[in-house]
């Protein structure tokens, strides 16, 4: 599995730390450093089967700065991923990708289920 991850970012910690608890390996990546690409967010939401809006770091200062709340309704899909692969820091973090699901945010309820502890 792929954890992809803001190593300052507090959730990040905590989830990664859940996840070598519960001795679940992962393959660490630095979301600013290897930012995912348009190609990988676009399999990514699709096998999430959650809404590209669900990958934005609403949260976040760039977010914001952008003003996105009022301007993802007027963009597509496409529009939206394209934006989301140009700053890591758009995108909600940790994401953790598997072949079967992808999961954006640390939801330790929604982690258990998925991962079968």
Known sequence: MLFVEYPRCSTCQKAKKWLQANQIEVTARHILED???ADELKEWTARSGLPVRRFFNTSGMK???LGLKD???D???EEQIQLLSTDGMLIK???LVSDAFVLPGFREK???EKLGI
């Open 110 to 112: 929604e982690w258990k």
């Open 75 to 77: 963009m597509t899909e």
């Open 63 to 65: 977010y914001r700065e």
């Open 35 to 37: 930012t995912p690409t």
């Open 71 to 73: 301007k993802l309704d």
């Open 93 to 95: 973090r940790p994401l």
